[in-house]
């Protein structure tokens, strides 16, 4: 059981209520995971404000949601996991791409291939990659500039990652049926 409540825009304090009501508007709900957030203004809105950015960059949705999928498997992070398969799957990733992902494999797309082999890799090297590991990416047709996108989205998804694991907030309903498990290590 989490020692962290889920707050509202009428139980949050009152500088994370504008950033709560902004997610409202944006996904016409609260998500949890930003809720449990809301007990610090200064992670709630910095988190809003980054992500943002990162949905105004060249990336497209798609992209952008693959990113943030193979994040979250990548940082066994269960809330997330069924959050982005979601919203992944609404924004045309094919369904067989999201699968391959949440199984940790990569998606036949080659783009989106690029994006999760960039990701994971930033991961796991925490940020070191080598210009093998960059010129792959720009080979898939991406450019310098968009590396540092990515590392945009590896960062905004960081903190939802670590915050679903440190709160473990509640499963919305809607999200239920893309439940999954982090692998036992």
Excluded: C
Aim: glycine letters at 4%.
């Amino acid at each position: 059981m989490s020692s962290y409540p889920v707050h509202t825009p009428d139980t949050a304090p009152a500088q994370s209520q504008p950033a709560l009501q902004q997610l409202q508007n944006a996904f016409g709900l609260i998500p949890n995971i930003a809720g449990t957030m809301a007990a610090s203004p200064v992670l709630l809105n910095g988190f809003v404000g980054l992500f943002e950015r990162v949905h105004a960059s060249s990336l497209t949705e798609p992209q952008i949601q693959t990113l943030l999928l193979t994040n979250a498997v990548t940082n066994a992070s269960e809330w997330p996991v069924a959050f982005h398969t979601a919203l992944a799957l609404k924004q045309g990733v094919p369904p067989a791409d999201v699968d391959a992902i949440r199984h940790g494999a990569l998606p036949a797309d080659a783009a989106l291939a690029a994006l999760s082999t960039l990701a994971r890799t930033l991961i796991g090297k925490r940020g070191r990659l080598t210009e093998a590991d960059q010129q792959r990416f720009l080979d898939a047709g991406f450019s310098a500039e968009q590396i540092l996108e990515v590392i945009a989205v590896v960062a905004a998804s960081t903190i939802t990652n670590y915050v679903a694991s440190v709160t473990q907030p509640p499963l919305e309903a809607q999200f239920e049926a893309f439940v999954w498990h982090a692998p036992v290590l």
